[in-house]
Nanobody
Framework: VQLVESGGGLVQPGGSLSLSCAAS????????MGWYRQAPGKERELVAV???????NYADSVKGRFIISRDNPKNTVYLQMNRLKPEDAAVYYC???????????????WGQGTQVTVSS
């Protein structure tokens, strides 16, 4: 099972960027999916999470600017980032709670990360 992110890049302050993360492999179900980020010299932090049923939770720093959503049949989670600030620049990681078979436990899986740069 792997999570593959896409959509990072360079954007000017005030701009928008959309990230996506698809889970693939031997998957029975994916419960919670989320986005985390890590800036140079800082710890990895939660950005937003979403449950299978669509309940969401956001870091205070991104509330009102970022939107997390998911497509359950595609095992894909998205992050729409609006009004980006220089302090949003980081490597963004996807994380998913994945069940490989009906009788297996859920395992947390990380993606490889995608760079988001916010600069003029």
């Amino acid at each position: 099972v792997q999570l593959v992110e896409s959509g990072g890049g360079l954007v000017q302050p005030g701009g928008s960027l959309s990230l996506s993360c698809a889970a693939s492999g031997s998957i029975f179900s994916v419960n919670v999916m989320g986005w985390y980020r890590q800036a140079p010299g800082k710890e990895r932090e939660l950005v937003a999470v979403i449950t299978y049923g669509g309940s969401t939770n956001y870091a205070d720093s991104v509330k009102g600017r970022f939107i997390i959503s998911r497509d359950n049949p595609k095992n894909t989670v998205y992050l729409q980032m609006n009004r980006l600030k220089p302090e949003d620049a980081a490597v963004y990681y996807c994380r998913g709670q994945v069940q490989g078979s009906p009788n297996s436990d859920y395992d947390w899986i990380w993606g490889q990360g995608t760079q988001v740069t916010v600069s003029s």
